[in-house]
């Protein structure tokens, strides 16, 4: 890196910009640009005790946060990350793979305490131990704006649970959401995070994935969710969950009001612990996304699975990849669906399952009472190449040539499709609409790659970015114009984001 030259703020204003990850191994040649340095006043809280100090502490709040951070780093005697410094005044700061170690994470607290900008910090793979774990405790007694943090694979262990357990009780963070991943968790952190999240209420966003609970670390989660009022999202995949852990923490979603989304896949919960969850579907009315992937459940668990569906209002995802079912199973779930006037399930995922034509029948029948239904299986016994290939005609194709046709533009065929004339909308409403309407007749697989093209992240379709041959095309009278919008950034130079946004008005 490069801290020889000496680095004088910009007084030049720049447009502000979304903050974009960038490779964490450019972060070690690149010369540290300045950065702007602004005063915002900190909201009151609770006074706490920290030692997240530099030799003046009025520093701490009148130093510019460039000017603090190469001061903290001087401190504890670690060498300044120059991504750090060009992005300290972005909201998402991605700082994964960087080996901070607890020095360098102490430096990057330090300059976080008074900092206002950054939202999301990404701490993954950094070392950062006991002593760096404590550093960003301290730090967020202090700081009023982070909201995401991710110190997963941190190999954080018992002392680092403890910490961060303390800490979640008090509720005096504006933290949201917690990345926890692989940090060598083991049943007596369970009992901790019991602790924490039987009190805490702020945390909506959990992931603690890839550690090493078993059934014992299950009973202590699954007390925490009988307690916990604030969960909306749990990530429990890729730990060691058997039969008595499994029933545990469905135990515990029996009682909670709160979680919608729910990942156990890669565990063990066999049929005893499918007869459990069918129970929680049965009474649960909060959950809405379920992963039970690889749980070593058979037909005997779907049966129960299946019972529950007949009377769940709330579910609408539905994973069982790489579980023994077999098509009887498959077909045992969906009709389960069929029975159910009320069911709002959207997709159920059985993509290992190789099914027959007469599964596919017995599919339509179900998505005729309920055209929001996907489900992904295998393949078809015995279908040709032929049928194959045109269940797969490409489903833009077949909109830009209906568009072309009747003179209109492709934004227009996808607004008739909401009510309300929006450029979003749920997928579920979307694929509704799409099997519904007989402008452009499609079958589920085409409505399926349709989705994949537009669907986002959070659930929804947006349909101002609609794709063909793999470039965005907006569709305006008088001409098309093209953009590299499907990969990250629109590069047409004569047509900003602005004009893009105005375009779709």
């Given at each position: 890196?490069d801290?020889?030259?000496?680095?004088e703020?910009e007084?030049k204003?720049?447009?502000e910009?979304?903050p974009?990850?960038?490779n964490?191994?450019e972060?070690?040649?690149?010369?540290?640009e300045?950065?702007?340095?602004?005063?915002?006043e900190?909201?009151g809280?609770?006074?706490?005790?920290?030692?997240l100090?530099?030799?003046?502490t009025e520093?701490l709040?009148?130093?510019?946060?460039?000017?603090?951070?190469l001061?903290?780093c001087?401190?504890?005697?670690?060498?300044?990350?120059?991504?750090?410094?060009?992005n300290?005044?972005?909201?998402?700061?991605?700082l994964?793979?960087?080996?901070?170690?607890p020095?360098?994470?102490?430096?990057?607290?330090?300059?976080l305490?008074?900092?206002?900008s950054?939202?999301?910090l990404?701490l993954?793979d950094?070392?950062?131990?006991?002593?760096g774990t404590?550093?960003l405790?301290?730090?967020l007694q202090e700081?009023?704006?982070?909201?995401?943090l991710?110190?997963?694979?941190?190999?954080?262990g018992?002392k680092?649970?403890?910490?961060?357990s303390?800490?979640?009780?008090?509720?005096?963070?504006s933290?949201?959401n917690?990345?926890l991943s692989?940090n060598?968790?083991k049943?007596?952190?369970a009992?901790?995070?019991?602790?924490?999240?039987s009190?805490?209420?702020r945390?909506k966003?959990?992931?603690?994935?890839?550690n090493?609970?078993s059934?014992k670390?299950?009973e202590?989660l699954?007390q925490?969710?009988?307690?916990?009022?604030?969960l909306?999202?749990l990530?429990?995949s890729?730990?060691q969950?058997?039969?008595r852990?499994a029933?545990?923490?469905?135990?515990g979603l029996r009682a909670?009001?709160?979680?919608?989304?729910?990942?156990?896949?890669?565990?063990g919960f066999?049929?005893?612990g499918?007869t459990?969850?069918?129970?929680v579907?049965r009474l649960?009315?909060?959950l809405?996304h379920?992963?039970?992937?690889?749980?070593?459940?058979?037909?005997?668990?779907?049966?129960?699975?299946?019972?529950?569906?007949e009377?769940?209002?709330?579910?609408?995802?539905?994973?069982?990849f790489?579980?023994p079912?077999?098509?009887?199973?498959?077909?045992?779930l969906i009709?389960?669906?069929k029975?159910n006037?009320?069911s709002?399930?959207?997709?159920?995922d059985?993509?290992n399952?190789l099914v027959?034509?007469q599964f596919?029948?017995?599919l339509?029948?179900?998505?005729a009472?309920?055209?929001?239904?996907?489900?992904t299986?295998k393949?078809?016994?015995g279908?040709?190449a032929k049928k194959e290939?045109?269940?797969?005609t490409?489903?833009?194709?077949?909109?830009?040539?209906?568009?072309?046709?009747h003179q209109?533009?492709?934004?227009?065929?996808?607004k008739?499709l909401?009510p309300?004339?929006?450029?979003?909308?749920?997928?579920?409403?979307f694929?509704?609409?799409m099997i519904?309407?007989?402008?452009?007749?499609?079958?589920?697989?085409?409505?399926r790659e349709?989705?994949?093209?537009?669907?986002?992240k959070?659930?929804?379709v947006?349909?101002?970015?609609w794709?063909?041959?793999?470039t965005?095309?907006?569709?305006k009278?008088?001409?098309?114009?093209?953009?590299?919008?499907?990969?990250?950034?629109?590069?047409?130079?004569?047509?900003?984001?602005d004009?893009f946004?105005?375009s779709?008005?």
């Amino acid at each position: 890196m490069d801290n020889d030259e000496p680095l004088e703020p910009e007084t030049k204003d720049e447009p502000e910009t979304k903050p974009a990850a960038r490779n964490s191994d450019e972060t070690f040649y690149c010369e540290a640009e300045s950065s702007v340095a602004v005063e915002k006043e900190k909201p009151g809280g609770e006074s706490s005790e920290t030692d997240l100090e530099i030799e003046d502490t009025e520093k701490l709040f009148t130093t510019g946060q460039r000017e603090l951070y190469l001061e903290a780093c001087k401190l504890v005697g670690v060498v300044p990350v120059s991504y750090f410094i060009r992005n300290m005044e972005e909201s998402y700061v991605n700082l994964n793979h960087h080996g901070l170690g607890p020095s360098g994470t102490k430096a990057i607290a330090i300059a976080l305490v008074s900092n206002t900008s950054v939202v999301t910090l990404e701490l993954a793979d950094n070392c950062i131990m006991e002593e760096g774990t404590l550093s960003l405790v301290q730090m967020l007694q202090e700081n009023y704006y982070l909201q995401d943090l991710n110190v997963s694979n941190n190999d954080l262990g018992l002392k680092g649970a403890s910490t961060i357990s303390e800490f979640l009780q008090r509720n005096t963070s504006s933290l949201l959401n917690l990345q926890l991943s692989g940090n060598n968790f083991k049943d007596e952190s369970a009992e901790l995070f019991c602790q924490a999240f039987s009190a805490n209420y702020r945390i909506k966003t959990l992931d603690l994935s890839h550690n090493e609970f078993s059934d014992k670390g299950g009973e202590h989660l699954g007390q925490m969710l009988a307690l916990n009022i604030g969960l909306q999202s749990l990530d429990l995949s890729w730990n060691q969950f058997h039969t008595r852990g499994a029933v545990a923490l469905c135990n515990g979603l029996r009682a909670n009001v709160t979680l919608q989304k729910l990942d156990l896949s890669m565990n063990g919960f066999g049929n005893e612990g499918a007869t459990a969850l069918g129970e929680v579907l049965r009474l649960n009315n909060s959950l809405v996304h379920i992963d039970v992937s690889s749980n070593d459940i058979s037909n005997e668990g779907v049966i129960k699975i299946s019972k529950g569906l007949e009377f769940n209002e709330s579910l609408k995802v539905l994973k069982l990849f790489l579980n023994p079912v077999s098509m009887d199973g498959a077909t045992l779930l969906i009709l389960s669906i069929k029975r159910n006037p009320k069911s709002k399930m959207e997709e159920i995922d059985i993509s290992n399952v190789l099914v027959s034509e007469q599964f596919v029948k017995i599919l339509d029948g179900v998505c005729a009472i309920h055209p929001q239904l996907d489900v992904t299986y295998k393949a078809v016994q015995g279908f040709s190449a032929k049928k194959e290939l045109l269940l797969w005609t490409n489903p833009m194709k077949l909109i830009q040539s209906y568009a072309d046709q009747h003179q209109i533009t492709v934004i227009d065929f996808f607004k008739s499709l909401n009510p309300n004339g929006r450029m979003m909308m749920s997928v579920g409403d979307f694929r509704k609409a799409m099997i519904q309407q007989d402008k452009v007749p499609m079958n589920p697989y085409q409505v399926r790659e349709l989705i994949k093209k537009l669907a986002e992240k959070t659930g929804m379709v947006n349909f101002s970015c609609w794709c063909l041959g793999g470039t965005l095309r907006i569709m305006k009278p008088g001409g098309i114009k093209n953009c590299g919008l499907c990969y990250g950034s629109i590069k047409t130079a004569k047509f900003s984001p602005d004009a893009f946004n105005a375009s779709l008005a």
